[in-house]
């Protein structure tokens, strides 16, 4: 069995899709009107057809069971986009160091953004904590801590593995446009200057990489 998403029944889908793309950033999979599938495994479903599926009439919104969690690597940032929306509570810290915010959408479903635990995690590391410290800081085992640095490690190194490809392919075209404009003649033209520099600073960035044994 495999589990593959949270359904909200919504009164107004059109205004819980703005609600889910504009401020929380998701996008839309499938839209075929009384249902809407969002990347992420969130599907918006309408209150009527909803009804009709359960055979129930009897549906409250604002019934405060339950939650959508998001995290989020900017959260100050996030907090600013928050205007006209209705909060279950503050921003605020909790216990274990991690800082949240709750809030309602259009029909009441609560949803939570709070800060990457990995970003929590470096924080006090950072400060100058031990994993066994920030492990008691935080009131977790200190499993929890070293697997969550694994992923975090895990996703640099994919995110850096990009960027070395990336620049790898932005050397091979540059080579190109520059040979072209040599066999052109122009190699005193503000474009071939422009080509040049940018190939000599990826080749600085990456023999840094390699030099930190990151290739």
Excluded: C
């Excluded at 999979?29 to 495994?41: F, K, L, P, R």
């Excluded at 279950?88 to 029909?107: A, C, N």
């Amino acid at each position: 069995m495999k589990y593959t998403g949270t359904l909200l029944a919504v009164s107004d889908i059109e205004r819980s899709k703005i609600f889910y793309t504009t401020l929380l950033g998701l996008h839309v999979e499938i839209d075929i009107g009384a249902n809407v599938t969002m990347y992420g495994g969130i599907f918006l479903q309408t209150i009527e057809t909803w009804r009709n599926f359960i055979s129930k009439d009897e549906t409250t919104f604002h019934n405060n069971v339950m939650e959508l969690y998001f995290e989020t690597d900017d959260f100050d940032g996030f907090i600013k986009k928050l205007h006209n929306v209705k909060l279950v509570h503050p921003p605020l810290e909790h216990s274990w160091g991690q800082r949240g915010v709750r809030f309602y959408d259009p029909d009441g479903h609560i949803v939570e953004v709070s800060e990457n635990i990995q970003i929590v995690i470096q924080r006090f590391l950072d400060s100058g904590m031990t994993i066994a410290q920030t492990a008691t800081r935080m009131d977790v085992p200190e499993d929890y801590i070293k697997k969550a640095l694994l992923v975090n490690n895990s996703e640099k190194n994919i995110q850096i593995q990009k960027m070395i490809a990336d620049l790898t392919a932005e050397q091979e075209k540059i080579t190109q446009q520059l040979a072209e404009l040599k066999t052109q003649g122009k190699e005193k033209t503000a474009r071939f200057k422009q080509l040049f520099t940018k190939k000599l600073s990826n080749i600085t960035v990456l023999s840094m990489l390699q030099s930190y044994g990151l290739m």
